[in-house]
């Protein structure tokens, strides 16, 4: 594929109260994953495996910092080469100017016109896959549409208010795009927009330079959803593994997925590998005292405890008499001997004392906050003391 | 100047097709890690690392020195591989002939001090130290050495010094040695003095061809000043079978004093992207180290898994070094043994290195039955 076919845009401006504290000082772009990624890795990595060249992404004024702490110089991402570029814009500048009744969608359409691509694709990092744009694409030329909206079928307890749901024919044309509503709920399995679009570049730049005029969201994932009913759009069913993370919930449950080895094949052993930022770590060491099943680790670790059904990020240190079942363990924490995290996820840099326990349950999992130091034990709701064995 | 062009024949078909400080170790490095690490911490800038013997794995690995820190603006990495001039081509017949034929280089650096590597070894070490001392001694030339156990001091070059620590004279593998002092094969010169010494040998007919073997004799006997420094710390010569897989099992633990957790003198590698490793439901792993992108459901004790390797259900592994992207079999058994890079061992191998360590090649098949049809 000719190099600047395709441009893409990443937008990072959505928060969720629900995945507090977790997005505290984050944006949900930077929430870590599966050990040594972070949420933005999948997106990019598609983008990038699709030869795409240019991006240019959308975050929150005072979100930046673990952005670029993360991206860097792109050069993971190969974004740092001759032809390949990439570009942060804030989305507070565009409404800034919308404020002042000027052209605010001018810095984007200035990148659009400036990438000579003939489509672009739109994507965010809340909804987790490896997906081959170039598939996309092909179907997009085939239909010959304004747009290609992709979506999966999925359970509706895996999709949150603020999603948009497609009804479609049997043939795939959509008939109605709406919000998704608990109450309203008809079936089991609703069709869920994946927020990837699809678009021809020149027909995006005209639709935005009228939108404008009239005021249409400076929100583009926003505006490009409102455009899917009033325009021609077909629609890409994508099959492979997805989680779309909105809380606390839905994060835990998508961590947890990485442990089922069908799941983690499928997002990080495709033929599209996933690119995060290189650490140059130690092998993670397992002491004679070490007991892991069914879990996950990265680079960087002593492991002297017990480990079950978890997942170890780069550089954390589990004593001995330890017992770590069915959490999330996010860079750097240390667990101190004899201490027991059951059903927990522990953001980056979390000490947890000797003996100390944390227990949450699978609905509620606890969640400590980054440098939290945890010097007692603390037990999730519905949780007696009475369960714990000690 | 790393010296990286030697063939390891002694390390079997582990190199066969790859130049010996190309060699996978402990997990995620390759042997020259330890000396380009050293090099980027101890500050040094341009570093020439030359090559010769299958040297596609080396530069591939080697690149331009972005892993190490060292393709900055004012540093760099160059390959130098022997090449034909207006007077013909040459190898490199030794050390210092190596030297020799990259005057070039070294020239467009000009530097007053030249720092001559070997890119076989493990060990950490502040070149910076051995500069300072190599001043204060005024000297033109500086070996570092080891104190090695008297026994074994016929195996290497001994430095009998006086007791300032100049060198009083130098014996190659002496069956009776008067000091326990080892070269370590690493040298400070004076470059300018050196490039003459160089230049005038090959001018003539009495080519020096080897730092041990002729250029220090020639100093000594030229009454140059030439000193110790005396270094103190792990240090591994990795050049045989028995010394690399011993050298990985000592790796292994994490209170060893090479340390290699210290975030101060961080020992860098090319890194590769893979997923984290897994242990299933079936795994077992003890005394261990473990990196990205393995997949473990069998049983591992007192061993190293490099990248991407994997270790089927009930296998055993036990005392033993698996290399990058080896692919372990059902009910395997290994103890006390290396397996190359990309080997693949079929079920119900067994490999028993009691006797003598056992070594499975590069991308080497064994065990595995073809199905015909």
């Known amino acids: ?390 | 100047m790393i010296l990286a062009g030697g063939k390891g024949s002694r390390l079997g078909k582990l190199t066969k097709n790859i130049a010996k400080p190309a060699v996978p170790f402990g997990g995620r490095y390759r042997i020259i890690d330890f000396t380009l690490s050293n090099c980027a911490n101890s500050g040094i800038k341009n570093v020439g690392v030359v090559t010769q013997y299958q040297p596609l794995a080396l530069n591939n690995h080697v690149d331009n020195g972005t892993s190490w820190g060292l393709d900055g603006i004012n540093s760099g990495v160059t390959i130098l591989q022997p090449y034909a001039g207006s007077e013909g081509g040459k190898w490199f017949e030794g050390t210092a002939h190596a030297i020799y034929q990259n005057i070039a280089y070294i020239d467009e650096m000009n530097p007053e001090y030249l720092l001559v590597l070997s890119g076989d070894h493990i060990y950490k070490m502040d070149y910076e130290e051995m500069l300072e001392t190599h001043k204060a001694n005024e000297a033109s030339l500086t070996v570092a050495v080891l104190e090695v156990p008297e026994k074994e001091a016929s195996r290497f070059g001994i430095m009998n010094t006086d007791e300032n620590d100049r060198i009083i004279e130098f014996e190659e593998k002496p069956e009776n040695p008067k000091s326990n002092l080892a070269s370590m094969g690493i040298y400070i010169f004076d470059w300018s003095r050196l490039r003459e010494v160089l230049l005038s040998s090959y001018s003539k007919d009495d080519h020096m061809l080897d730092f041990g073997k002729h250029v220090i004799p020639s100093y000594l006997e030229g009454g140059e000043n030439v000193f110790v420094y005396r270094f103190a710390g792990y240090w591994k010569d990795v050049g045989t079978i028995d010394s690399l897989w011993e050298a990985n099992m000592e790796f292994i633990n994490p209170e060893m004093n090479l340390d290699i957790r210290d975030k101060s003198w961080r020992v860098y590698s090319r890194n590769t992207i893979s997923p984290p490793n897994f242990l299933t439901d079936t795994a077992s792993v003890t005394d261990s180290l473990i990196v990205d992108g393995c997949y473990v459901a069998g049983q591992i004790e007192n061993s190293i898994l490099s990248n991407d390797v994997q270790v089927k259900e009930g296998s055993k592994i036990t005392d033993s070094f698996i290399m990058p992207g080896a692919s372990i079999g059902r009910d395997v058994t290994i103890h006390r043994a290396i397996i190359g890079e990309g080997a693949v061992v079929g079920d119900n191998t067994v490999i028993d290195g009691t006797e003598e360590v056992g070594v499975v090649g590069y991308s080497e098949v064994i065990g595995v039955t073809m199905d015909e049809g």
């Open chain 1, 1 to 390: 594929m000719r190099a600047n076919k395709i441009c893409a845009v990443l937008g990072n401006i959505q928060r969720y109260n629900a995945l507090l504290p977790l997005t505290n000082e984050r944006p949900l772009a930077t929430l870590p994953f599966a050990c040594k990624y972070r949420l933005i890795d999948f997106p990019l990595s598609s983008i990038v495996n699709a030869n795409i060249n240019t991006v240019y992404m959308i975050f929150n004024e005072g979100e930046t910092q673990s952005v670029f702490d993360h991206i860097g110089g792109g050069k993971e991402w190969n974004l740092d080469g001759v032809h390949n570029r990439f570009f942060i814009h804030l989305y507070q500048d565009f409404l800034k100017l919308k404020a002042h009744n000027q052209s605010y969608y001018r810095p984007l359409i200035d990148y659009l016109e400036k990438s000579k691509s003939e489509y672009t694709v739109y994507m965010s990092s809340k909804m987790i896959c490896n997906i081959d744009l170039r598939a996309v694409l092909k179907i997009h030329q085939q239909q010959n549409n304004e747009m290609t909206v992709v979506y999966k079928k999925v359970e509706s307890e895996k999709i949150c208010q603020t999603d948009a749901v497609l009804s479609l024919t049997d043939n795939g044309q959509i008939t109605e795009v709406r919000p998704y509503m608990e109450h309203l709920q008809t079936s089991e399995q609703e069709n869920l927009c994946m927020d990837i679009y699809i678009v021809q570049t020149d027909w995006l730049i005209r639709e935005l330079k009228e939108g404008q005029q009239e005021g249409t969201p400076a929100d583009i994932q926003d505006f490009l959803r409102k455009k899917i009913h009033t325009v021609k759009s077909s629609t890409y069913e994508h099959t492979g593994y997805l989680s779309n993370i909105f809380d606390i919930n839905s994060y835990y449950n998508a961590s947890l997925d990485m442990l089922n080895q069908q799941k983690f094949s499928s997002l990080l052993y495709s033929n599209q590998k996933i690119y995060t930022k290189l650490k140059n770590e130690v092998p993670t060491y397992y002491s004679e005292s070490s007991e892991v099943n069914n879990s996950q680790f990265a680079t960087g670790c002593i492991i002297e405890g017990k480990v079950e059904g978890s997942s170890i990020s780069r550089g954390t240190v589990i004593d001995k008499g330890t017992e770590i079942i069915d959490s999330i363990i996010m860079p750097s924490a240390k667990i101190c001997a004899g201490a027991r995290v059951q059903n927990a996820i522990l953001d980056k840099e979390v000490v947890v004392d000797p003996g100390v326990q944390i227990i949450g349950t699978r609905e509620n999992p606890v969640v400590i906050e980054k440098y939290q130091h945890v010097t007692n034990d603390i037990l999730a709701n519905g949780v007696a003391v009475g369960d714990i064995e000690r």
